[in-house]
């Protein structure tokens, strides 16, 4: 008898420890506290803008984009944009949101990144089947690359339609924000001046393709990689440079080894943090 009983603790035991949850992320607010996903909806349903940070390769990332996006298009009329998609393949993209392109034909038109299928087609579908516009707002990358090369002098050169893909020249720039300093820094003397200025024009012009279709009363959800936005930096800034009347909420993605306690690392980084299991299979 005492055998069977046993047995039968080790089995319940066995059970019980199968139960136990185990999530793939965990939710924080900027402070580390646990956050209620309702609560979060409804705080970035009331504001005009909202940055979501993501990890490009993170399925988790890209799933939770398109939850937000559709729980918050049910409270409030939204845009969308992204950083993914560069203004000069704006025409394209608003052809397939029309149903005047192909999937195959947006693929042939616009420069999509490789995930595009599996993390960014699900937006933009939402958009199309919706109804919502969806903003290319990123700059075309070969002139962020001459910006790295030759600073925003370089940009003067460019002819007036070129100049309309980017954001209004000259570009402010302060290379004393954190995330600019942290450029130079990780680069550890091997970069230059300039190369914090070429992820200054993609935020700059990201912040201006936003604010150029946003509208008061609609929000705008922006997705882009979390470099450009956490600790309140990058698109941040220039958008209070723009209008500092603005109501910006920020989103962030972070990889931690035990995801139940947000490190002091990861704090403040944005207003919710989504803390995700660092053994998440990536999309690539």
């Not at 402070?31 to 803008?49: E, F, R």
């Not at 309309?164 to 550890?188: F, R, V």
Request: a positive charge; proline letters at 5%.
């Amino acid at each position: 008898m005492k055998k069977y009983l046993l047995s039968l603790a080790v089995i319940l035991l066995s059970l019980v420890a199968f139960s136990q949850p185990k999530p793939a992320y965990v939710l924080y607010t900027a402070d580390g506290k646990k956050a209620n996903y309702g609560k979060m909806i409804q705080l970035l349903s009331s504001k005009d803008v909202v940055l979501i940070g993501e990890y490009h390769n993170n399925a988790i990332s890209h799933w939770m984009e398109l939850e937000i996006t559709n729980d918050c298009q049910q409270k409030r009329e939204v845009v969308l944009g992204a950083e993914m998609f560069e203004q000069d393949n704006q025409n394209a993209l608003n052809q397939y949101l029309a149903g005047k392109l192909t999937a195959k034909g947006l693929d042939t038109a616009a420069r999509l990144w490789k995930n595009y299928p599996t993390d960014y087609a699900p937006l933009v579908n939402f958009a199309k089947e919706k109804g919502l516009a969806f903003v290319a707002t990123n700059v075309p990358r070969k002139y962020a690359s001459m910006v790295s090369k030759g600073g925003f002098e370089i940009l003067n050169n460019l002819t007036a339609e070129e100049k309309s893909w980017l954001a209004p020249l000259p570009i402010a720039y302060d290379p004393e924000l954190p995330g600019y300093k942290n450029m130079m820094a990780m680069m550890a003397g091997h970069g230059t001046p300039n190369m914090p200025k070429a992820q200054a024009l993609k935020d700059a012009t990201m912040s201006y393709f936003i604010l150029k279709n946003w509208a008061p009363g609609k929000l705008f959800i922006h997705y882009n990689g979390s470099y450009h936005s956490e600790n309140y930096d990058g698109i941040v800034w220039y958008l209070k440079q723009a209008n500092p009347a603005l109501k910006i909420a920020t989103v962030t993605t972070v990889s931690q080894k035990d995801i139940h306690k947000l490190l002091a690392e990861n704090k403040n980084k944005a207003d919710f943090i989504i803390c995700v299991d660092e053994d998440m299979t990536n999309t690539y």
